[in-house]
C-alpha cells in the first residue's frame, strides 16, 4: 500500500522503515531536509512539502502525521485538510490529546475526509519490535488500512496465547481498534498513566535499595546491595518481570550509580490528561497520581528514584532530560 509518513523523528522515521521492509510504499516529509533524504536513500520517495506529498500519493490517500502533540500536529493536520479530497484519511500516530482527537475528527468528517487517531507505543525499539497500536475511528476505514497496521505490529509471536481468548484476532498480533474517534489516544493516554505508576513503583523500589546502606541506619543492618545484579536476577521468572525493568536492568549494568541522570525527570502531558480523566469520571487514581506529582517534585530533589525514571524515559523513548536550571 501507499502511506505518506509527515515527521521523520524518532517515531516517523522509524514507521517508514519498518513499513519499507514489509514493501509498502512511502512518501516522507520532514522539515529537516537531511531526515527526509536519508529516508530517500532507505527506499521511500522524499518530498519537499505537504502539496508535494498530496501530489505523490494516489486517491484515496492516507498520510500518517507523527509530530509533537500540540501547535506542530494541529498545524499539519489544517493545512492537509485543505489539500486532501474527499474519501482520504488523515491519521495522527502521536501523542495527542483525546479531545483533541474527538474535535479533529467531526472538523474532517465534515469535509468528508477521515480521521484516525492512533497511540503508538514502542519508542525508539519499534523498528525493531514493532509498535503496539490503540486506533480509534470508523471501523470502515480501519479495516482499509488494515495492511498497514499488520506490517507494524509486533504479531503473534510476541507474547504466548491467552488461554481461553476468543474473538478479534487483532490484538493478538497487537493492534486494537478501541472506539470511535478520541478512543485510540484516549487509550494510549491511560496506558502512560499506567507506565508513569509501574515507572514510580521501580523507582521507589530501587531508591530504597539503593540506601539501604545508609548510616542513619544500625550498623548490623546496613545493606551494600548490588541493584545490575538485582534487577539481572529479577528478570528472569520474578512477578515484576518486565519490558521495563529490561530497560531498567539495561541502565543499571551500563552506569550502576545512574549518575548519567540529574534526577529531574520530564513529562509530556499523557501523566497529566490521566490524572484529569480520572478526576472527571471520579475514579480514584492515588498511585497514577502520586507518580505523576513525583515527576514535578523531582525537579527540586536529586534522587535516585529520579534517575532510574530517566533512565526508563531515554531507554524506552530515547528521551534526554534538559540541563538543571
Ligand atoms: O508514549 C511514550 C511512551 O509510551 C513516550 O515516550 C512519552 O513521551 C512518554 O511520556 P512522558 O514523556 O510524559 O514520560
Given amino acids: 500500500m501507499q502511506l505518506g509518513m509527515v515527521g521523520l523523528g524518532r517515531m516517523g522515521g522509524n514507521i517508514v522503515r519498518r513499513l519499507l521492509k514489509a514493501g509498502h510504499h512511502c512518501v516522507a516529509f520532514d522539515r529537516d531536509t537531511a531526515a527526509r533524504e536519508a529516508l530517500g536513500a532507505e527506499g521511500a520517495l522524499p518530498v519537499a512539502d505537504l502539496p508535494a506529498m498530496v501530489a505523490a500519493l494516489e486517491a484515496p490517500r492516507a498520510i500518517w502525521i507523527m509530530l509533537p502533540a500540540g501547535a506542530a500536529t494541529e498545524e499539519a493536520l489544517v493545512t492537509l485538510a485543505g489539500l486532501l479530497s474527499p474519501g482520504d484519511v488523515l491519521i495522527d500516530g502521536g501523542n495527542s490529546m483525546w479531545k483533541d482527537s474527538v474535535r479533529r475528527g467531526a472538523m474532517l468528517r465534515a469535509k468528508g475526509l ?4 492512533i497511540g503508538t507505543s514502542g519508542g525508539v525499539w519499534g523498528l525493531a519490535r514493532g509498535y503496539c497500536l490503540m486506533i480509534g475511528g470508523e471501523d470502515a476505514v480501519v479495516r482499509r488500512l488494515d495492511p498497514i497496521f499488520a506490517a507494524l505490529v509486533p504479531g503473534k509471536e510476541a507474547a ?5 481468548r476468543t474473538g478479534d484476532p487483532r490484538p493478538e498480533q497487537g493492534y486494537v481498534h478501541a472506539g470511535p474517534n478520541g478512543a485510540g489516544h484516549f487509550t494510549k493516554m491511560i496506558h502512560n498513566g499506567i507506565e508513569y505508576g509501574m515507572m514510580q513503583a521501580f523507582a521507589e523500589g530501587l531508591d530504597i535499595l539503593h540506601h539501604a546502606d545508609s548510616p542513619t541506619l544500625p550498623e548490623d543492618q546496613r545493606l551494600t546491595l548490588n541493584l545490575p545484579d538485582i534487577t539481572e536476577a529479577w528478570r528472569r521468572g520474578s512477578v ?5 525493568l529490561d ?12 549518575e548519567g541522570f540529574s534526577g529531574h525527570v520530564s513529562d509530556s502531558g499523557e501523566g497529566r490528561w490521566t490524572v484529569q480523566a480520572a478526576v472527571e469520571t471520579a475514579v480514584s487514581a492515588p498511585v497514577l497520581s502520586a507518580a505523576l506529582y513525583a515527576r514535578f517534585t523531582s525537579r527540586d530533589e536529586d534522587r535516585f528514584s529520579g534517575k532510574v525514571l530517566s533512565a526508563q524515559r531515554k531507554g524506552f523513548g530515547g528521551h534526554l532530560e534538559p540541563p538543571k536550571p
Avoid at 114 to 117: A, E, P, T, V
Avoid at 240 to 244: F, H
Avoid at 249 to 257: E, M, N, R, V
Wanted: overall charge negative.
Fill in 114 to 117: 477521515h480521521f484516525l487517531d
Fill in 160 to 164: 504466548p496465547p491467552t488461554p481461553g
Fill in 240 to 244: 515484576v518481570a518486565s519490558w521495563l
Fill in 247 to 258: 530497560l531498567t536492568a539495561q541502565a543499571l549494568a551500563q552506569d550502576p550509580q545512574l
